[in-house]
């Protein structure tokens, strides 16, 4: 069974730092480019951050360029996601996501930035 299983959400305060982790199961991981999205309360879902299959590239979205770091290990099926300097803004619901059709989504893991 095809299956994406984020973790490490959580509350923080401003300027802190999360690290979430998205393990995968039931395919051929490094087969597959992946990618981060969010979701904010009331918003749409939108593309954080997408890497290649071999990590020869990366990309991210301009809100968070310089701040989050996407990452993986196709050794233990995972991908990984960074988020330093947390904002207020940043607050969502955070999905990985295998990125070729049929695209395959997690369950998603809240992270909330609140003083």
């Known amino acids: 069974q095809v299956r994406l299983v984020e973790s490490g959400g959580g509350s923080v305060q401003p300027g802190g730092s999360l690290r979430l982790s998205c393990a995968a199961s039931g395919f051929t991981f490094s087969n597959y480019g992946m990618s981060w999205y969010r979701q904010p309360p009331g918003k749409e879902r939108e593309l954080v951050a997408s890497?290649?299959?071999?990590?020869?590239?990366?990309n991210s979205a301009d809100s968070v360029k310089g701040r989050f770091t996407i990452s993986r290990d196709n050794a233990k099926n995972t991908v990984s996601l960074q988020m330093n300097s947390l904002k207020p803004e940043d607050t969502a619901v955070y999905y990985c996501r295998r990125n070729t059709y049929p695209y395959v989504w997690g369950q998603g893991t809240q992270v909330t930035v609140s003083s």
């Open positions: 890497i290649t299959p071999t990590s020869s590239s990366k």
